[in-house]
């Protein structure tokens, strides 16, 4: 089955931008929806956004306007990029994807695969 593996995680000054790539490796057999999840010590994991294999896109209420996922088919890479990063946004940020959903949902059962995280720090 594919791994998932992040990367583009480290500091960042309140305000600044990061880009955040999840490589799949080998190419996916099959279509997947793919998605970024994030959790903080102590709070549920919480779904951040998410892409169809035909572009549609969702977005937690927390990060609609600052967030952009996005995919290279070509690369078998997804993307996400971090605008306007606040002091709430640290946490470890991990990659999904699914092998049953064709469709951009933010819920945990929804996915079956998943990366080891990379984590992502705003400060001051």
């Known amino acids: 089955q594919a791994q998932l593996v992040e990367s583009g995680g480290g500091s960042v000054q309140a305000g600044g931008s990061r880009l955040l790539s999840c490589a799949a490796s080998p190419s996916p057999a099959r279509r997947f929806s793919m998605a970024w999840f994030r959790q903080a010590p102590g709070e549920e994991r919480e779904g951040v956004a998410s892409?169809?294999?035909?572009?549609?896109?969702a977005y937690a209420d927390s990060v609609k306007g600052r967030f952009t996922i996005s995919k290279d088919n070509a690369k078998n890479t997804l993307y996400l990029r971090m605008n306007s990063l606040q002091s709430h946004d640290t946490a470890m940020y991990y990659c999904?994807?699914?092998?049953?959903?064709?469709?951009?949902?933010?819920?945990?059962?929804?996915?079956?695969?998943w990366g080891r995280g990379t984590q992502v720090t705003v400060s001051s």
């Open positions: 999904a994807a699914s092998s049953f959903i064709n469709y951009p949902v933010l819920y945990t059962g929804a996915y079956d695969y």
């Open positions: 892409i169809a294999t035909d572009g549609q896109t």
